[in-house]
């Protein structure tokens, strides 16, 4: 059974964390809670919903002038197409985002670096949803014939920006997912 993860990650205790899970065609939020080791948390639901592809909005690389490359020492060029924030401004996070990619490729799961600010910008005409509006615009970047149904509506901006990042994987496994930056230092999908 194919299990696709969309994670808005936060801080590492803030309870700012949030996944979106489809399974079986249905899809389930989970927030970690104030106070709470966020990466043992997503751990611990890992073994309980093994995924197979997750969409993950945080770096998951550093510039290319940090890799022993030439380039930028602020911002891939990702960042730069997107105009979004330096790995470097967000620090620990990139840190422990990169060590999760780490492992979940070793466990075979395909982790891509997603950006529900760039998937507003470039497809919903900058037009982000709020908390409890109507979410068929984002739902109608599905690829064709992906059939997902909430089993509730997203609680708060990290649920919401989960969600767009669990679009951006089930767009990623279909191949249908737009890309930004250059391999070897680092790609955005939306």
């Not at 979106?20 to 611990?44: P, S, Y």
């Not at 900058?126 to 149904?149: A, F, I, N, R």
């Not at 919401?160 to 680092?186: H, N, P, S």
């Amino acid at each position: 059974m194919e299990c696709l993860w969309g994670i808005d990650f936060g801080a590492r205790r803030s309870g700012k964390t949030a996944v979106a899970i489809a399974i079986e065609g249905k899809v389930h939020f989970h927030q970690v809670e104030k106070g709470i080791d966020t990466d043992a948390w997503i751990e611990n639901l890992m073994e309980k919903h093994p995924p197979t592809v997750v969409a993950i909005d945080a770096p998951l690389s550093l510039p290319a002038g940090w890799c022993g490359g030439i380039g930028d020492l602020f911002y891939r060029q990702c960042d730069e197409e997107l105009k979004a924030m330096s790995p470097l401004f967000l620090g620990g996070l990139t840190g422990r985002a990169v060590k999760f990619s780490r492992k979940a490729r070793v466990a075979g799961i395909d982790i891509i670096e997603a950006y529900p600010k760039g998937v507003v910008a470039k497809l919903l005409n900058c037009e982000y949803p709020e908390v409890g509006e109507d979410l068929s615009p984002l739902m109608k970047l599905l690829p064709e014939g992906t059939d997902l149904q909430l089993t509730a509506q997203p609680a708060n901006e990290h649920q919401l920006d989960a969600l767009i990042c669990l679009v951006t994987a089930f767009r990623f496994a279909a191949e249908e997912a737009m890309t930004f930056g250059k391999y070897g230092e680092g790609l955005i999908y939306l």
